[in-house]
């Protein structure tokens, strides 16, 4: 079966523009979560989200949302962007019930 | 001081070699405990996975919890060059399972 699938891959922005992030998961998993990774910091975790609710929030400023479609996939946006925010974004989808985490590939962003 | 800490390496091992991984943690609430392996510009991949304390086999890879000690290990038995990665753990409570908890990871390279 398809795996989850990130888009883009690859995106470059700079200081205090906006960025939407997309995130489809696999078929039939109703969780998303999403994750920052970077060199300092390690992975973190941002937001997760189940039937387009919001369950669990990471401790990241509020210029970071998300929001989740009824076909299950996802968006995170971040808001006036900060040279900080330069990090591997992932996504990961699993069953309703606790279950394994999948994770996509990843979005690479780049704030300069 | 972080929640969980991971050694971050690097280690390097020669093939066939048991590799040792290792992380503890602080927060006693945590009581679902992952393993994930992560290849270069790849999204984390769920190795193993552990409710509690106790020991978890899978071909080479055991998982130990000793949750009175709140440290976790992951054993690889005869390392293979293809076990080159990043190896992250990971843990999460009951009322948030999806909202994990990583380490910093350890760079892992088995030379042939």
């Given at each position: 079966?398809?795996?989850?699938?990130?888009?883009?891959?690859?995106?470059?922005?700079?200081?205090?523009?906006?960025?939407?992030?997309?995130?489809?998961?696999?078929?039939?998993?109703r969780?998303?979560?999403?994750?920052?990774?970077?060199?300092?910091?390690?992975?973190?975790?941002?937001?997760?989200?189940?039937?387009?609710?919001?369950?669990?929030?990471?401790?990241?400023?509020?210029?970071?949302?998300?929001?989740?479609?009824?076909?299950?996939?996802?968006?995170?946006?971040?808001?006036?962007?900060?040279?900080?925010?330069?990090?591997?974004?992932?996504?990961?989808?699993?069953l309703a019930s606790?279950?394994?985490?999948?994770?996509?590939?990843?979005?690479?962003?780049?704030?300069? | 001081?972080?929640?969980?800490?991971?050694?971050?390496?690097?280690?390097?091992?020669?093939?066939?070699?048991?590799?040792?991984?290792?992380?503890?943690?602080?927060?006693?609430?945590?009581?679902?405990?992952?393993?994930?392996?992560?290849?270069?510009?790849?999204?984390?991949?769920?190795?193993?996975?552990?409710?509690?304390?106790?020991?978890?086999?899978?071909?080479?890879?055991?998982?130990?919890?000793?949750?009175?000690?709140?440290?976790?290990?992951?054993?690889?038995?005869?390392?293979?060059?293809?076990?080159?990665?990043?190896?992250?753990?990971?843990?999460?409570?009951?009322?948030?399972?999806?909202?994990?908890?990583?380490?910093?990871?350890?760079?892992?390279?088995?030379?042939?």
């Amino acid at each position: 079966k398809a795996g989850v699938t990130q888009t883009p891959r690859y995106l470059i922005k700079t200081r205090g523009q906006q960025v939407t992030l997309s995130c489809s998961p696999i078929s039939g998993h109703r969780s998303v979560s999403w994750y920052q990774q970077t060199p300092g910091q390690g992975l973190q975790f941002l937001f997760e989200y189940f039937s387009e609710t919001q369950r669990n929030k990471g401790n990241f400023p509020g210029r970071f949302s998300g929001r989740q479609f009824s076909n299950s996939r996802s968006e995170m946006n971040v808001s006036t962007l900060e040279l900080g925010d330069s990090a591997l974004y992932l996504c990961a989808s699993s069953l309703a019930s606790w279950d394994e985490q999948f994770f996509g590939p990843g979005t690479r962003l780049t704030v300069l | 001081q972080k929640e969980v800490e991971q050694d971050p390496g690097p280690l390097s091992v020669p093939e066939g070699a048991i590799v040792s991984l290792n992380c503890t943690y602080s927060n006693s609430a945590f009581q679902y405990f992952m393993w994930y392996r992560q290849y270069s510009r790849k999204g984390p991949e769920l190795l193993m996975y552990t409710y509690s304390s106790g020991n978890k086999e899978d071909g080479r890879f055991t998982a130990q919890v000793d949750k009175s000690s709140k440290y976790i290990s992951l054993f690889i038995r005869d390392s293979q060059p293809s076990d080159s990665a990043t190896y992250l753990c990971a843990m999460s409570a009951p009322g948030s399972a999806r909202q994990l908890t990583f380490g910093s990871g350890t760079q892992l390279t088995v030379l042939p």
